[in-house]
C-alpha cells in the first residue's frame, strides 16, 4: 500500500514552486517540529545553529528588504546599512513583513515573495556546506546552500555582525 500524499501548505507550496521554478536542486521538507527560530530549526534538523539561514525583513530608504543571517549571530543593523550603502534598517513589523512577503515571521523564506526584495546574504553562511531555510511556514524548510540563496535572490553578499 502506498503512503498517503500530504499536500503542503498553500505558503509553502508557494515556495517549493518558485523554488523548482528557479532550479533549486533541495526538496522542501515539512516538519513535525517548530522551526520557527534558529535554535527550533538547528534541534529539529540536527545541525548546527549558525546553518539556519534567518529571513529577517527590514524597512530602509521606504522599501522592505530582506536580510538572510547566519543563526549564530544577530544583525548589526548600523554596520550593514554602512556596508550595503542604504540607509538606516529597521526591523519591520509581522504586518509589513506578511505584506512584503506574503508570509508570517518564523516562516518567511527567500523567495516566494509577491516581488523580489533587495537581498543581503550574510557572508557567515559560506561557512557551511548546507544551510536550511525557511519555505513559507514555521515548520517547513528547504537545503540550500549560501551560493544557491545569491542566485535564487539576486542578493549581495555582505558581513551582517559588526
Known amino acids: 500500500m502506498e503512503p ?13 514552486d518558485a523554488l523548482a521554478a528557479a532550479g533549486a536542486t533541495g ?18 534538523l540536527g545541525c548546527e545553529v549558525g546553518a539556519i539561514a534567518n529571513s529577517l525583513v527590514f524597512l530602509s530608504d521606504g522599501e522592505p ?23 538606516p534598517l529597521r526591523r519591520a513589523t509581522p504586518e509589513q513583513v506578511r505584506e512584503a512577503t506574503g508570509q508570517a515571521i518564523g516562516g518567511v523564506a527567500p523567495v516566494g515573495h509577491p516581488r523580489p526584495l533587495p537581498t543581503v546574504v550574510d557572508l557567515a553562511l559560506t561557512d557551511y556546506p548546507r544551510l536550511w531555510a525557511a519555505a513559507g511556514t514555521p515548520h517547513a524548510v528547504f537545503p540550500t546552500t549560501a551560493e544557491e540563496l545569491l542566485r535564487l535572490t539576486g542578493g549581495t553578499l555582505l558581513p551582517v555582525g559588526p
Open 27 to 44: 526538496a522542501v521538507r515539512v516538519l513535525a517540529d517548530s522551526t520557527r527560530t534558529a535554535a527550533e530549526a538547528a534541534a529539529a
Open 65 to 87: 528588504v530582506l536580510v538572510l543571517t547566519s543563526g549564530r549571530h544577530r544583525v548589526d543593523t548600523a554596520a550593514l546599512a554602512a556596508r550595503w550603502g542604504r540607509g
Open 4 to 16: 498517503a500524499v500530504t499536500a503542503l501548505p498553500a505558503r509553502t507550496a508557494q515556495v517549493a
